[in-house]
Each structure stands twice: as C-alpha cells, then as structure tokens.
C-alpha cells in the first residue's frame, strides 16, 4: 500500500513534564537521609514495599524555604506557559520516599489534589523507575503490537536521574517498579492545589479559594 500520510491529535492527553531542576539536591538528600519512615500504605500488602517519611508537609520545614519556593515557581510555570491555566498553584503536601531493594508501591493516584510532582534525590544504579498506568485502553481487549509508543500503551515508564523533576495530573495512577539498587534511592513527592476563582461566576459551582496567607490568585 502506498504511504498514506496520517495525522494524530492528543485528545484529552495525560501529559507528564520531564525538568531538570536547578535546585540543591544534596541540601534536600542530607535531610531525606535523616527522616524517620514507615511504610508506605497498609501494612498488610507486602513486605518489600516502599517507605515514605513520617513528615508529609516536609517542605513547610524553615530550613526548606527557598526550595518550596522553587518547587512552586515551576508548577507555576507550567501552569502558566504549557497548560496555560490563570490559576496559581500552592503546595499543600510534600514527603520522602526511599526505596530499597527489591522494593515497588502498590498502584496509586493523589486524592485532593490537582497536579502532583517527584523530585529524584539520589539515584543508584538498578534502581526502579516510575510506571503510570492508563486504565482508558480496554483491559478485556488485548491488542498484540509491534511496539509500544505513546498511543497504544496501557502503560509509561521513565527511569529517573538525580535532580530529574516530574510533574503530573494528579489523578494518573502510577507505582514505583522494584530495583536491582544496592543502596536506597530517595525522592521527594508533592501535591499542589489551585487557589483563587475555580468554576464560573454565577454558577453552582464557583468557589475562591485562599491560600494559607490569606491572598487569592487576582
């Protein structure tokens, strides 16, 4: 058959931004190293399960002000020059995560939450990379394909680098996968939430949100 030139539109993509954050990793990475864990969501699921710090505003810490700062500054950026939202985001959850070997997370999204990040600290060779799931592909429906590309995949990884910064909708399902790393790989995770005018005025629906200083997004 002749070649037939085809066009393709991301309708209602999930995209995930790939950064690499200008930001002091080793500040951030001693700190990280020092934090009590415990493991990430019940108990009961398995026992190489990945460990989150007991501090899940970790981020509101004084000695951390200026890396909050810069967290937001690029949530905000995105926002504002790629998704091109009016509102501005603020951080309302941030904690570590480390990963030991052989070590995955169950499937997860972020609840409350609009756009979600992780920021790579210390990454080890070997060490597990971050998959998302896509559930809008038929799961009674198993397509055999040559290769997996961005628009037939029913899944996405990206294995991480130090200072490497993701950004995500927040409701995209994602795990940690296990690794083969001799020492623990450290992330930090965070959530953001809009402030100011959400919906339309006049609708059922509007609301303003403040932020915890008190301003709205004007």
């Not at 415990?38 to 509101?60: C, E, W």
């Not at 990963?99 to 920021?119: C, I, K, M, R, W």
């Not at 001799?182 to 005018?197: C, H, Q, V, W």
């Amino acid at each position: 058959m002749t070649e037939i030139e085809i066009k393709l539109d991301p309708v209602f993509s999930s995209p995930v931004a790939s950064i690499k954050a200008d930001i002091n990793i080793k500040k951030i990475l001693k700190i990280a190293e020092k934090e009590k864990y415990n493991v990430a969501g019940r108990k009961d699921s398995f026992k190489n399960h990945v460990s989150q710090s007991n501090n899940m505003i970790i981020l509101d810490k004084k000695i951390f002000k200026n890396e909050k700062k810069t967290m937001e500054n690029y949530i905000n950026y995105y926002c504002k020059n790629v998704l091109k939202y009016v509102n501005k985001l603020k951080l309302t959850t941030s904690w570590f995560t480390k990963a030991e070997y052989n070590q995955t997370s169950d499937p997860h999204d972020h609840g409350n939450s609009f756009l979600s990040a992780v920021l790579y600290l210390k990454t080890t060779k070997g060490c597990g990379g971050i998959t998302f799931k896509n559930f809008r592909i038929p799961s009674s429906i198993y397509m055999v394909r040559s290769e997996d590309n961005i628009w037939n995949s029913d899944a996405w990884t990206i294995v991480p680098d130090d200072g490497l910064l993701l950004i995500f909708p927040s409701y995209l399902h994602h795990k940690i996968l296990p690794g083969q790393n001799s020492e623990p790989r450290y992330s930090l995770a965070m959530n953001f939430f809009p402030i100011g005018k959400i919906g339309y005025n006049e609708s059922d629906s509007f609301i303003n949100i403040k932020d915890v200083d008190g301003n709205y997004n004007d």
